[in-house]
T-cell receptor, first 115, second 114 residues
Framework: DAKTTQPPSMDCAEGRAANLPCNHS???????VYWYRQIHSQGPQYIIH???NNETNEMASLIITEDRKSSTLILPHATLRDTAVYYC????????????????FGKGTKLSVIP | DGGITQSPKYLFRKEGQNVTLSCEQN?????MYWYRQDPGQGLRLIYY???????QKGDIAEGYSVSREKKESFPLTVTSAQKNPTAFYLC?????????????FGEGSWLTVV
């Protein structure tokens, strides 16, 4: 899986939009961009994923640049419960075997939502 | 409520003892996985199962064992052969083993050797 680069930490005021960037300049054509978040002592929570089109669900929006080398996760109205470490991951599709289940979590971005 | 349930949340083990971590899912997923997460580290794959009665070793299977007798259950046994078992253990599942499918996680189990 390709490597990703994320800022180590970000602050966001409660009620404002949180925009979390991710660089994945070596992404391949068959790799999805996935976002998870992890609150301390809990399992990672799936947020959203996409291939090349922008995606939106009830939790967030994912904006992927046209060249697919970077993306931004948007939490439209951040709350205190959104304070967590956010991980951007790229995963190849169409693989089989143990490699397809590898989730290479880097250090992520620690988002702090400030009251 | 649908999801993945791991138990216990916290477990203490004496050296030389085997312990079993439970993982149950009611998502009707075919594939299930066990990962280990050490503080400040990423996830490492221990075992995975694509279908009932079948499972494969991941990157760090030594000292661990699993079974998959039922679709919804994938227990992990940490044996005394595992030299450094203190860690956060995560069970996960996905609809099938195609790597395009999203992997969902349980809440995790903390194992501490005392």
């Amino acid at each position: 899986d390709a490597k990703t680069t994320q800022p180590p930490s970000m602050d966001c005021a409660e009620g404002r939009a949180a925009n979390l960037p991710c660089n994945h300049s070596t992404i391949s054509g068959n790799e999805y961009v996935y976002w998870y978040r992890q609150i301390h002592s809990q399992g990672p929570q799936y947020i959203i994923h996409g291939l090349k089109n922008n995606e939106t669900n009830e939790m967030a929006s994912l904006i992927i640049t046209e060249d697919r080398k970077s993306s931004t996760l948007i939490l439209p109205h951040a709350t205190l419960r959104d304070t967590a470490v956010y991980y951007c991951i790229v995963r190849a599709i169409g693989n089989s075997g143990a490699g397809s289940y590898q989730l290479t979590f880097g250090k992520g971005t620690k988002l702090s939502v400030i009251p | 409520d649908g999801g993945i349930t791991q138990s216990p949340k916290y477990l203490f083990r004496k050296e030389g003892q085997n312990v079993t971590l439970s993982c149950e899912q009611n998502l009707n997923h075919d594939a299930m996985y066990w990962y280990r997460q050490d503080p400040g580290q990423g996830l490492r794959l221990i075992y995975y199962s694509q279908i009932v009665n079948d499972f494969q070793k991941g990157d760090i299977a030594e000292g661990y064992s699993v079974s998959r007798e039922k679709k919804e259950s994938f227990p992990l046994t940490v044996t005394s052969a595992q030299k450094n078992p203190t860690a956060f253990y995560l069970c996960a599942s996905s609809r099938n083993s195609n790597s395009g499918n999203t992997i969902y996680f349980g809440e995790g189990s903390w194992l501490t050797v005392v």
